[in-house]
């Protein structure tokens, strides 16, 4: 039987904090701009001041779910203003909420001619929504001794 050496993988470098890192510009960008757009829409779905949201849901996913069209819009702004809230306070989490959210508001546009532009721009939104969940991995919170270099 051979003995088999595993090299020590290094503990990843902690990552500066700092509004002078492009990379942590970049992270707080889109952290609060997937933070405020999806509470701001969600909001709005109550009231349609921005639009009239139910002109965005397919006649196919209406049918499919129960209730009225605006009853579902009021769920669906409920459901944003979670992801809003949550990408707020735990980025690496809600960032995959926010791009699984896309990815349904997509396929979604995708049903109905004349919205094509409209799912190609949330597909952009989409890859941002999975950048900011990768740069939440590197800015993640650190445990209290891991910033002083005290055991915890």
Do not use: C
């Not at 707020?88 to 995708?110: E, F, K, S």
């Amino acid at each position: 039987m051979k003995t088999q050496i595993v090299p020590a993988v290094a503990a990843p470098p902690l990552r500066n904090y700092s509004l002078h890192d492009p990379a942590y510009q970049a992270f707080m960008l889109l952290r609060t701009a997937f933070t405020v757009a999806p509470i701001a829409f969600g909001v709005d779905k109550a009231s349609n001041l921005l639009t009239d949201w139910q002109r965005y849901l397919s006649p196919t996913i209406d049918q499919l779910v129960p209730g009225t069209a605006h009853q579902l819009m009021l769920v669906v702004g409920l459901v944003e203003v979670i992801a809003g809230v949550l990408v707020g306070l735990r980025p690496q989490l809600g960032a995959y909420l926010v791009a699984g959210w896309l990815t349904g508001i997509i396929l979604n546009l995708l049903l109905m001619p004349g919205f094509y532009d409209v799912a190609l721009r949330d597909f952009g939104l989409l890859v941002a929504a999975l950048a900011l969940a990768r740069l939440a991995q590197a800015f993640r919170p650190q445990p209290l001794g891991a910033l002083t270099g005290s055991a915890s």
